[in-house]
């Protein structure tokens, strides 16, 4: 089984900067898609952003491109989402999932615990 560790989530002011990882322990990280989803309060679980090694593809939500930036570290075995300009409404836990390419929850077999991100105005 696959465990995944998100960290990096906190407090920030509207407009500012987190950089939230993700350590998995999986020796063949590299094979899989990396997705990160964000769950806020009363709202279902969505997708947020995604990464596959093996094609070199990203792709972001309309509602965080330009803003939030995902990128991988095989090597560290770590996956990473950089949020700029954050807005409140951004506010949520947010999850690391290891899968296939996808943007739904059912392309991703391994999750995280979340990390809680909260954005004030």
């Known amino acids: 089984q696959v465990q995944l560790v998100e960290s990096g989530g906190g407090l920030v002011q509207a407009g500012g900067s987190l950089r939230l990882s993700c350590a998995a322990s999986?020796?063949?990280?590299?094979?899989?898609?990396m997705g990160w989803f964000r769950r806020a309060p009363g709202k279902e679980r969505e997708f947020v952003a995604a990464?596959?090694?093996?094609?070199?593809?990203?792709v972001h939500v309309d509602s965080v491109k330009g803003r939030f930036t995902i990128s991988r570290d095989n090597a560290k075995n770590t996956v990473y989402l950089q949020m700029n300009s954050l807005k409140p409404e951004d506010t949520a836990v947010y999850y690391c999932?290891?899968?296939?390419?996808?943007?739904?929850?059912?392309?991703?077999?391994?999750w995280g615990q979340g990390t809680r991100v909260t954005v004030s105005s």
């Open positions: 999986e020796r063949t990280f590299s094979s899989y898609v």
């Open positions: 999932a290891a899968g296939r390419w996808g943007q739904s929850l059912y392309d991703y077999e391994y």
């Open positions: 990464s596959s090694w093996s094609s070199g593809s990203t």
